[in-house]
């Protein structure tokens, strides 16, 4: 059995299963809520509870966790968001269907002053939506499961959302009303932008795709063309609910491919960028790469081997333009599994055996490491986080196991509302022509 081999077996599974382990120990079980990251009174986050949601069925499929508790915790989860508060008051939950970014783990309630986020209210709908098109028993428990999802899909105004105009806004407060910002370039709106087609209640139209699509920027890197999109994160998240190959629009019809090999070819730009080291990073290389908006040793700015260096904290790494201060975060290679496992395999491997990523952490891969800044840590890693963030472990587990067995994949094709949001943006080809099973 050669290394890949063995990556690909027992593990590939082991971090699987240690990874799924922040949602079986890092969720309140009273109200379901996920917490955001590993530190001491950190908020519950929304997008990593829809991960959570998610990532049940695939603890359930691979024998991390009952299906009876699966179903436990998902009730707990959908119920406490259709019981808890919705108005424009300052310490809600959520407003017109969508969610505060953070909540207080205790209560559910806004975190601070946080925004209502647009996206993120996406990646939680998402994880519901997953688990409706899972949990397909007859029994009450999971009839329940199908009919709440339903309904607070439903409830999302996605119109109110628009603000009046055309494309969706990132998202809005009730001290000052909506952000000035909307989502336009390519990025992981893709997601958001198809359930918000796809509402049977509050539809987007169609023109609001396209002028998102509009603002699209075409580039060659590396001998590489594609669509760019700045933080490697962007490339990824809406791949984890859909599987866009063969299945194109308007603009990657144009372009001859699909977003599954614009993904690929993403991933080859950042293997290549980080064996080119424009910066000269320590540890870049070819099993070294994964660059993207991540935890870091910062901010800090000092000289280093004579050079002087800047040092974020978190922050929207990306490339090829940076910006880039030598931090790689592991999540995001393993996220992209289903686009290039010949180089992203040698890579796991690589962080397992070769620098010992996994070593003393309870849920497999911390969040970043930095082997250029100075840290007194006595392996090649240097500076190693001292956190995991729910939004970077959703995808390790889901990108792995779309990769093992396409089981998110399959799930979302049973959606009406996502097939149907693909189709009204102009979709067309690929499994998106076979007929669409029964979701209910």
Known sequence: MNKVDRVIGAELDTLQRETFGYFEHEVNSVNGLAIDRTAEDSPASIAATGFALAAYPVGVERGFIS??????????????????????????TGYQGLYYHFLDMQTGRRAGQCELSTVDSAFLLAGMLTAAAY????????????????ALYRRANW?????????LTHGWNPESGFLQYRWEGYD???????????SPTYPLVGEGFAAWCSTYQWKNQYGYEYLYAGSFFTHQLSHIWIDFRGIQDRFMRDKGIDYFENTRRATHVQQQYAIENPLKFNGYGPSCWGITASDGPGPDTIKVDGVERQF??????????????GTI??????????????????????????????ANNPYGFKATFNATYPAKTGNRCGWVSPLHYGINQGPLVLMIENYRSELLW???????????????????????????HDFQ
């Open 159 to 167: 119109l109110w959302a628009q603000n009046k105009g055309v494309t």
């Open 67 to 92: 299906r009876a508790a699966a179903v436990k915790r998902t009730l707990t989860t959908l119920r406490f968001f259709w019981n808890s508060p919705q108005g424009p008051q300052h310490d809600a």
């Open 410 to 436: 399959r799930l979302t094709r049973q959606s009406p509302y996502i097939v149907g949001g693909l189709r009204r943006a102009g979709f067309d080809g690929g499994w998106l022509q076979e007929p669409l």
């Open 188 to 198: 992981e709106g893709l997601l958001l932008y198809m359930l918000a087609l796809g």
């Open 135 to 150: 949990f397909d028993a007859g029994t009450d428990d999971e009839q329940e499961i199908r009919t709440v999802a339903d």
């Open 329 to 358: 975060a592991p999540w995001a290679v393993v996220a992209s599994l289903p686009f290039a496992p010949d180089i992203v395999l040698p890579s796991i491997e690589y962080f397992i055996r070769g620098l010992k990523l996994k």
């Open 312 to 325: 974020f904290n978190y922050i929207a790494r990306g490339v090829p333009f940076g910006p880039d201060d």
